[in-house]
């Protein structure tokens, strides 16, 4: 597999007469294994497309190799398990992450569908980089074509809808550029929105996107009526798609490979056609505020770890605060930084709960389109609303996740377990 070559093949032979098996220990041996990786798998792509992650890493390479030598040993004795040798190969399909192959766009074709980044199309600011919606043409089967002919001019094409990133010039572009790149081969996960393509010609970096057929959380609960039909049980799944893909970023990749975020808030948090989540326009984000109106300031503020804005200093827990103000703002079927709240607290929704959890009135926040009636501060609702066991355990979690102090916040891990129990308690009451 390692070769891509039979065991037996006259090239193996004509070194030794034993054939593979006794080249790939002395090359092991002498350091020189990686002269036998089939050369296929780090060969360059044609000019439309790019495979990230075709050949091994070193960490993925330096697992495989050594589990192979260990299946080689000259002695039975000194072999392994087959169940440490799917152990091994696990850890070694883990450290080297998804091979993803991407288009690489035209600038041209980019600069047609948006009408040379007309304003019209610009769908919002990240940092100090914009993001431009549109549709471009793109290969129906990538990943089928990355090891077939180049003719990829007679290849099937279908027309997408994408979101634009093109890249600010101002500082470390390139850097910014292949480290998103990098990361992108790491977390391939469906609450994670994927990268499609890019396009490196001359000056312009740009990242493209998929896009989502409902816009981000924040367009959904600022227009009109949105959240008015969604029931309780939609909006826990809606929570637990957030959270299962921001516990792939915190946990599930490697220790060299955990992301924080750094900016989780409704307007990054993209929606499908069944309102299924997708966290997007992350692993190049930092603070640039300087140049932010003050209008986007508010709207980014309301989401910040308390802690964070001390100290100027990101962590996970940074991210499990802002996912807290999200689940309020799911909670409530309104954006932290509605006016409603400004109005009450300028650092928006996620103060006022705070508060309301100190006084035990939390739960007269809840969208009043999910209660049937409310006695006594106990709420009672129809099916489309929240039980109180499914209510007590969300709240509890979404209590935890907005506490003041970093080190006493959940991790994604619990929140996920969490929410799972508040869906449990809803469904088996139904």
Known sequence: MLSGRLAYDPVCIGENDKGLAPIARRRYNEGTLKELIDPKMIEEDDERIVTLNRGPNEESFQEFSRIAYQCLAETQAKRPTMEAVIKELQTALNLQGETMV???????????????????????????????????????????????????????KTRIIVAIKRISSSVDVKQRFFLELDMR????????????GFCDEGDDIILVYEHASNNSLDDFLNNGDNMDNVTW????????????????????????????????????ILLGKDLEPKIAYFGISKFHLANEEASALISTKVYWDPEFERTRIMKIESDIFSF????????????????????????GLAAIARSRFNDETIKKLLDSNLIKEVTNDDIFTSNRGPNKDSLDTFLKIVDLCLEEAQAKRPTMDIVVNELEIALHYKKNLQ
């Open 233 to 268: 049980t939609q909006r826990l799944h809606m929570c637990l798609g957030i959270a299962h893909g921001l516990n792939h970023l915190h946990t599930k990749m490697g220790s060299q490979k955990r992301i924080i975020h750094g900016d989780i808030r409704s307007a990054n």
């Open 102 to 156: 991407l288009s690489r766009f035209r600038l041209s074709d980019i600069l047609a569908a948006t009408q040379n980044f007309s304003a019209m199309y610009c769908i919002g600011l990240h940092e100090n980089d914009k993001v431009y919606k549109a549709e471009l043409d793109d290969f129906d089967d990538k990943s089928l074509l990355a090891f077939k002919e180049k003719n990829d001019d007679e290849w099937p």
């Open 185 to 196: 081969t790491s977390y391939k996960h469906p609450n994670i929105v994927s990268l499609v």
């Open 324 to 347: 807290g103000v999200i689940l309020l703002e799911i909670f409530c079927g309104r954006s932290a930084y509605d006016s409603i709240y400004i109005d009450e607290n300028d650092k």
